[in-house]
C-alpha cells in the first residue's frame, strides 16, 4: 500500500534536509495539520500561519493592499506572495500557500464556489497553479488540501 502524500513529502524533506512552511487560507490549517500527522514532522515542518482575513494577509505575510485590491484574495498574485512571505517569515527552504472560495457563499462568476489558487516558492523557482472543486465546504477544503500536499510532492519530485 503507498504512503499518504504527507508521509512521502516528509521522508523527501528528512532526506533532502529541507525545510517547509504553509501558508493557508481557505483550508484553514488542514494542510499544516496533515503534515503534523507524520511522526517526526519537527525535523521539516517549520509551521504554518493561518491568514483568513485580508489583514492578517499583509501583517503576517507582506501581501501588499493594492494585490489584494486589485487581484482578489483568491488569485495566483496573492497566493505568490503568500508563499513568498510564509517563507520569507519562517526562514523555510520551500513554503506553499492556499487561497479559494470554499462555500457555500462567496462566489462570483469570474471565482465560483470551489475556486483555489495553490502556489510554491523554493530557491529555483515560484510556481502556481488553479483548481475548480466541487462538493460542500468540507470537501472543497479537503480537495484543496489533496491538491496542495500533491503540489508539494509534484515539485520534489522535480515534476
Not at 63 to 92: I, P
Not at 103 to 131: C, H, I, M, N, S
Not at 146 to 157: E, G, K, R, S, T
Request: aromatic fraction near 6%.
Amino acid at each position: 500500500m503507498e504512503q499518504p502524500p504527507e508521509t512521502r513529502i516528509g521522508n523527501i524533506l528528512r532526506d533532502r534536509k529541507l525545510t517547509l512552511a504553509l501558508a493557508e487560507s481557505c483550508t484553514g490549517g488542514l494542510v499544516s495539520d496533515r503534515i503534523t500527522n507524520v511522526p517526526g514532522s519537527s525535523e521539516y515542518f517549520l509551521g504554518g500561519i493561518v491568514a483568513y482575513a485580508y489583514e492578517v494577509k499583509v501583517a503576517l505575510l507582506n501581501v501588499s493592499w493594492d494585490t489584494l485590491n486589485v487581484h482578489g484574495a483568491v488569485s495566483q498574485e496573492v497566493v505568490l506572495e503568500m508563499a513568498h512571505g510564509a517563507r520569507q517569515t519562517l526562514k523555510a527552504d520551500i513554503a506553499a500557500s492556499i487561497s479559494g472560495i470554499a462555500g457555500p457563499g462567496g462566489g462570483t462568476l469570474d471565482k465560483p464556489v470551489g475556486t483555489v489558487w495553490l502556489a510554491l516558492v523554493a530557491p529555483d523557482g515560484e510556481w502556481a497553479r488553479q483548481f475548480h472543486f466541487s462538493g460542500n465546504r468540507e470537501q472543497i477544503k479537503s480537495s484543496s488540501a489533496d491538491a496542495a500536499l500533491q503540489f508539494i510532492l509534484d515539485y520534489l519530485h522535480g515534476t
